[in-house]
């Protein structure tokens, strides 16, 4: 078996600059689909995460995906609200600790304005319960201030004390500008990959004192309330489009559940964020296999390539094989020569890929958290990964046997005969 190794050592350091080249596309292949999966592994944490702190998403009844599509992502519109009382009730139960009032349908240059309480920048929570934070700036206090998200910030190029216009409309449609009531920036917060970025948030009240002299979702002809005015009006919110509600006890979640979605009083539908959000991902789960699909076809590719420079080279070699017949090498040893420099090189690729892409998670995983709020990429291998690289090193064993049982095949007497 030494002498085995040597032989094939020697072999492939002779076609050293081939079998190079065939090494790095297995590594970029195997670099790619570790990759992806990391990223996709990453991508659904995040995603299951864009909301961590609520126990319950509270609004009007509805399906759940659809609810959690307005509540957290800002997507699309409620069917119907739910009255300012239903959510005053549910702040005062017993169980509940706080719950934070959102209340959709205007945007900012197509980003989706959320109306909420100054309380929002306290409790809401995403990722493994990372708090918001401000990059700069502070939460709105007075009436007609606003607090940006990070990709509003960049995007817009805002900055502190900007003065912006709301619109009516969410979806980027924007049918009125409430170009009397302007709102100015006094925070932004820091980059959190989830809507939180795409948002512009201000007060309930802020939301209704725009829309006092609005009525059916367009302007009171004849009526304007200028701001300065509007503060001696009732403010009041007379509904809101979700609650999300932070519990003291996790345990009592499904009792609370049960009682909201059999309220008499009115028909409301509470969701646990966590379960909603797995639904919500099986959705795009083609997306996602697509993608593993690819990097799997990249791998065959490489291993393919694999076969092929070693079938191709086996032309240059008979008379290589057939001298190591002459002298003594039996035919199976032959057949492990060819499959053995396959399996290395297989397994060479595996381990430089696995080790590059290390290097990328811990170079890149500061910058990816930072620049799109994902969570730092995993550095040590998972368990999945572990089975996918199995799987890798099982096919480019199984691929190396072909270029074996060639040679295998090969005559003394052939590759010994000149060719004319």
């Not at 995040?46 to 509540?71: C, E, K, T, W």
């Not at 007075?142 to 990070?150: D, T, Y």
């Amino acid at each position: 078996m030494t002498r085995l190794f040597h032989l094939a050592a020697r072999s492939a350091w002779n076609r050293r600059a081939t079998l190079g080249l065939t090494l790095i596309a297995i590594l970029l292949a195997v670099t790619l689909l570790l990759g992806i999966e990391r990223l996709r592994q990453d991508a659904r944490a995040n995603f299951a995460h864009s909301v961590s702190g609520a126990d319950l998403v509270v609004g009007a009844r509805a399906s759940p995906i659809q609810l959690m599509l307005y509540a957290v992502f800002r997507l699309g519109e409620a069917t119907q609200n739910m009255s300012w009382e239903a959510a005053r009730r549910l702040d005062a139960h017993p169980a509940v600790a706080w719950t934070i009032p959102i209340s959709l349908g205007d945007s900012h240059r197509g980003y989706p304005v959320v109306g909420t309480r100054a309380n929002y920048f306290e409790h809401f929570m995403y990722g493994d319960r990372e708090p918001l934070r401000f990059a700069a700036g502070r939460p709105f206090e007075a009436l007609f201030e606003a607090v940006i998200g990070a990709e509003v910030a960049a995007r817009l190029g805002y900055a502190l004390n900007e003065r912006i216009t709301l619109a009516h409309g969410s979806g980027g449609i924007d049918f009125a500008h409430h170009d009397d009531k302007p709102f100015t920036v006094v925070g932004i917060l820091a980059r959190t990959g989830t809507p939180v970025d795409r948002s512009v948030h201000i007060s309930l009240e802020a939301m209704e004192a725009i829309h006092l002299d609005w009525q059916g979702g367009a302007p009171i002809p004849g009526l304007s309330i200028p701001p300065e005015l509007v503060r001696k009006f009732d403010l009041t919110p007379k509904s809101v489009t979700a609650v999300l509600v932070g519990l003291h006890q996790r345990a009592g979640v499904f009792a609370l559940q049960r009682e909201i979605n059999d309220s008499p009083d009115e028909p409301l539908m509470a969701v646990m964020p966590g379960i909603a959000l797995s639904q919500l991902w099986e959705m795009l789960a083609v997306a996602e296999r697509a993608l593993l699909a690819i990097s799997g076809l990249v791998v065959l590719v490489g291993l393919a390539g694999l076969v092929a420079v070693i079938l191709a080279s086996l032309g240059e070699r008979r008379r290589e094989l057939a001298i190591l017949r002459a002298v003594g090498a039996a035919p199976r040893e032959v057949f492990m020569l060819l499959a053995l420099e396959g399996l290395v090189l297989t397994l060479l690729g595996i381990l430089l890929g696995l080790a590059l892409t290390t290097l990328i998670a811990a170079g890149l995983g500061p910058w990816l958290s930072a620049q799109y709020g994902l969570a730092p990429l995993s550095i040590l291998p998972t368990s999945q990964e572990g089975c996918w690289l199995l799987l890798v090193l099982a096919v480019g064993t199984l691929a190396s046997l072909l270029p074996g049982w060639r040679a295998y095949r090969l005559s003394l007497a052939d590759g010994l005969t000149p060719r004319l």
